[in-house]
C-alpha cells in the first residue's frame, strides 16, 4: 500500500527526532550506577511520597488501557504496564497510588503531582521540551471511525474524507494529523474527552471520530455497536509511540527506562501487550 507523501513525511520526521531524542539521553544522562551508587534502588529513588509509587493518568480511564475506568485493579494495558514498572522498580502494588488529571495536564510544563503518568501520550518533540519521556511502551497508528449509515463509512482514501466533519478529542496528536495529513475543508471539531466526541457521532453532529486504533476498534465493537472503523492511516513501523511521562529532568526518567528495558528483555512487556491488545494488522488501511 502507497501512503500520501504527507503521511510518509511526518512519519520519517517523528522517527528521525525520536532516535536523535534517544541518543541526546544516552550521551547526556549517566547510568544510574554511574557513581558508583545504585540510584535505582528502591530507598534512592526521588519519588513524590516516600516509599510509594505515585502515577498518573485521566479520568475515565478507557478499556483496552483500563478495564473499569479502575487503573488499581491491573488489568488493561496501562494499569498492568504501571504496576510491571513499579515491580521492578522495587514496589509492590500496594505501594502504587494513583492520581487523576486531565490528559493535557499530563504533559504541561511544570512541577508534578506523580512520578510518572501514562495515557497513551504520544511522544512528540514538541512535548519533550516541557517533560520527561521513558522510552516507548507501547504504538499504535490513528484510525478513523464513523456510523455505518454515514457515508464516510465506505471511504477507502483520504481524498474521500476531505469533506467530512471530523471530530478529535483536545490535546491528542490526532487534531494535528487531521489537519495536515486529512486536511479536511470544515473545521475539526474538538472534544474534551472521547465519551464527548462518541455522544456527537450518535447525535449526527460529527461524520467521523480520529483516535487510536484500538480504541476506534473498542468503540465500534463495544460502545457504539451501530459505528465502523473506517480504516487506520499507518502500517505499525510509522505509528505513534506513547512513553511515560516524567517531570522534565527528572531524575527517575533513567530508572524508568532501565525498568521498561527489563520488561522488554524478558518478555514481560510483550506477554502485558498480548493479554490485552488484539492484533490490529487486519484493520482496513486508508491510502
Do not use: H
Not at 514498572?85 to 508534578?112: C, I, M, N, R
Request: a negative charge.
Amino acid at each position: 500500500m502507497r501512503l500520501s507523501r504527507a503521511v510518509a513525511v511526518a512519519a520519517s520526521a517523528l522517527l528521525s527526532v525520536t532516535a536523535l531524542a534517544a541518543c541526546a539521553q544516552e550521551t547526556t544522562t549517566p547510568s544510574p550506577q554511574a557513581s558508583g551508587v545504585d540510584a535505582c534502588a528502591p530507598e534512592n529513588l526521588a519519588l513524590k511520597s516516600p516509599g510509594t509509587i505515585t502515577v498518573g493518568t485521566s479520568k475515565p480511564a478507557y478499556p483496552p488501557y483500563v478495564i473499569d475506568d479502575d487503573p488499581t485493579n491491573g488489568e488493561g494495558l496501562e494499569s498492568a504496564v504501571a504496576y510491571a514498572v513499579a515491580e521492578q522498580l522495587g514496589f509492590s502494588a500496594d505501594q502504587v497510588q494513583w492520581t487523576f488529571a486531565p490528559f493535557a495536564k499530563l504533559y504541561q510544563p511544570g512541577d508534578k503531582d506523580f512520578d510518572f503518568a501514562l495515557n497513551q501520550i504520544s511522544i512528540t518533540p514538541k512535548r519533550a521540551e516541557k517533560v520527561d519521556f521513558s522510552t516507548p511502551y507501547y504504538s499504535a497508528p490513528q484510525a478513523i471511525l464513523a456510523l455505518k449509515a454515514n457515508s464516510v463509512a465506505g471511504a477507502t482514501t483520504i481524498a474521500e474524507l476531505q469533506g467530512a466533519k471530523i471530530g478529535v478529542q483536545t490535546g491528542t496528536t490526532s487534531l494535528e494529523f487531521v489537519d495536515t495529513v486529512i486536511q479536511p475543508t470544515q473545521q475539526v471539531a474538538v472534544f474534551q474527552d472521547t465519551n464527548a466526541a462518541k455522544q456527537a457521532i450518535n447525535n449526527g453532529q460529527i461524520d467521523a471520530f480520529v483516535t487510536d486504533l484500538p480504541s476506534a476498534l473498542y468503540i465500534t465493537a463495544v460502545q457504539i455497536p451501530k459505528s465502523t472503523v473506517v480504516g487506520q492511516f499507518a502500517s505499525e513501523t510509522e505509528a505513534d509511540q506513547w512513553g511515560l511521562v516524567l517531570q522534565k529532568g527528572s531524575a527517575l526518567t533513567a530508572c524508568v527506562d532501565q525498568a521498561l528495558a527489563s520488561l522488554t528483555e524478558s518478555g514481560q512487556l510483550q506477554d502485558i501487550t498480548n493479554q490485552w491488545m488484539a492484533d490490529y494488522s487486519k484493520a482496513p488501511v486508508i491510502s
